[in-house]
């Protein structure tokens, strides 16, 4: 089963609005990552925050992790057309040791121009 | 898609067919791993090696089979023993298989079953 679960499934706002997608995870970790995917491409790493982090920027990406709640968000403020994609969190099991991540089923993201 | 090749872009394949998909890396990156991505889903793992001559498998490896002779290639082989493999397929690689490592994506290979 999946580990990671994102919410919304999917979301469509105006271009230059933040959006605010979510991942809800079932088990310790001991980092979540956000990559994105354009539609039929691979994916791209986009960041990283480990267990003992509780926020982390990059550029227009915010993400924050609540380890009590189990859940991550990303955050991308003042959207692009660019920014269209689905984003998936993706998660290590800290019981299972190191070899493996396991990915969310994503959230769609379209930004209406 | 950053130093990793997947060969051929779109793949068809009659029933009853092996066929095998290539992942290159130049990255020198120790580990590398195959993902099968349905429609509208996550991915999920198949196999994943984290060293040449060694492999693991995934959540799914039944129907398929890999090697690793070589640090740069991860060739999949979907056998026909797999019923449904019609999807969407990716090959990543990492520096090593540990939870710090970010994954790198090749640009995936869509295989239709006729």
């Known amino acids: 089963s999946q580990q990671g679960e994102e919410d919304p499934q999917a979301l469509s706002i105006q271009e230059g609005e933040n959006a605010t997608m979510n991942c809800s995870y079932k088990?310790?970790?001991?980092?979540l990552q956000w990559y994105r995917q354009n539609s039929g491409r691979g994916l791209v790493h986009l960041i990283l925050i480990r267990s003992n982090e509780r926020e982390k920027h990059s550029g227009r990406l915010r993400v924050t992790l609540d380890t009590s709640k189990k859940s991550s968000s990303l955050l991308i403020t003042a959207s692009r057309a660019a920014d269209t994609a689905s984003y998936f969190c993706a998660t290590d099991n800290s019981n299972f040791g190191n070899e493996k991540l396991t990915f969310g089923t994503g959230t769609r993201l379209t930004i209406i121009p | 898609d950053g130093g990793i090749t997947q060969s051929p872009k779109y793949l068809f394949r009659k029933e009853g067919q092996n066929v095998t998909l290539s992942c290159e890396q130049n990255?020198?990156?120790?580990?590398m791993y195959w993902y099968r991505q349905d429609p509208g889903q996550g991915l999920r793992l198949i196999y994943y090696?984290?060293?040449?001559?060694?492999?693991q498998k995934g959540d799914i490896a039944e129907g398929y089979s890999v090697s690793r002779e070589k640090k740069e290639s991860f060739p999949l082989t979907v056998t026909s023993a797999q019923k449904n493999p019609t999807a969407f397929y990716l090959c990543?690689?990492?520096?090593?298989?540990?939870?710090?490592?970010?994954?790198?994506f090749g640009p995936g290979t869509r295989l239709t079953v006729l």
């Open positions: 090696s984290q060293i040449v001559n060694d492999f």
């Open positions: 990255l020198n990156h120790d580990a």
């Open positions: 088990t310790s970790i001991n980092n």
């Open positions: 990543a690689s990492s520096r090593r298989t540990a939870h710090t490592d970010t994954q790198y």
